[in-house]
């Protein structure tokens, strides 16, 4: 069974740019969520998606949304960029959200910089 | 949500048992324990979770103290591969979320 896959591995971008990322989840999940990794604040939750809702976001400004597709995939827009935004974005997609008993299964990331 | 606390770092010989410990002193009852680890250039990965009694899998035992206000993840023999950041997260049963909150985790280094 494949991963959960995001594309593309590596960005480079200008302030004020906008850029997309795309998660490709494990084949049967059906929940995606999103998180923002750096060195000064470690991992973050920004948001998650079940069945194309959103259900939760995190403390994220409005510059960052996301949607989910009927098949699951999952992108996330970050606008008008800012040289605080570089960091790792990690997708993690898992089987459902209740219970709290499905494990995530995280891709690789995509590592986005910015000029 | 309730909050975790582990140890910035610790060291292993290869080859040798690794304990490594979380406190979670404000833990709910319906507050499941799962632990992740995150090797370098690499996305989190699961690891193990519990709520009440010890758990064994593939990669590692997990112990839960009686209180259930710590928690100690044993890797039986740590190998090279084992060295990564291992974070401890409480997770709500009750709640239909897969927001994890992590914290800043144990690097565990192994040496040779």
């Known amino acids: 069974k494949a991963g959960v896959t995001q594309t593309p591995r590596y960005l480079i971008k200008t302030r004020g740019q906008q850029v997309t990322l795309s998660c490709s989840p494990i084949?049967?999940?059906?929940?995606v969520s999103w998180y923002q990794q750096t060195p000064g604040q470690g991992l973050q939750f920004l948001f998650e998606y079940f069945s194309e809702t959103q259900r939760n976001k995190g403390n994220f400004p409005g510059r960052f949304s996301g949607r989910q597709f009927s098949n699951s995939r999952s992108e996330m827009n970050v606008s008008t960029l800012e040289l605080g935004d570089s960091a790792l974005y990690l997708c993690?997609?898992?089987?459902?959200?209740?219970?709290?008993?499905?494990?995530?299964?995280f891709g690789n990331g995509t590592r986005l910089t910015v000029t | 949500d309730a909050k975790t606390t582990q140890p910035n770092s610790m060291e292993s010989n290869e080859e040798e048992p690794v304990h490594l410990p979380c406190n979670h002193s404000?833990?709910?009852?319906?507050?499941?324990i799962h632990w992740y680890r995150q090797l370098p250039s690499q996305g989190p990965e699961y690891v193990i979770h519990g709520l009440t009694s010890n758990v064994n899998n593939r990669m590692a035992s997990l112990a839960i103290a009686e209180d259930r206000k710590s928690s100690t993840l044993i890797l039986h023999r740590a190998t090279l591969r084992d060295a990564a950041v291992y974070y401890c997260i409480l997770r709500d049963y009750g709640g239909a979320t897969n927001k994890l909150i992590f914290g800043t985790g144990t690097l565990l280094a192994v040496q040779p």
């Open positions: 993690a997609s898992s089987l459902a959200t209740t219970g709290s008993n499905s494990p995530l299964h």
């Open positions: 084949s049967g999940h059906r929940s």
């Open positions: 404000t833990i709910s009852g319906t507050d499941y």
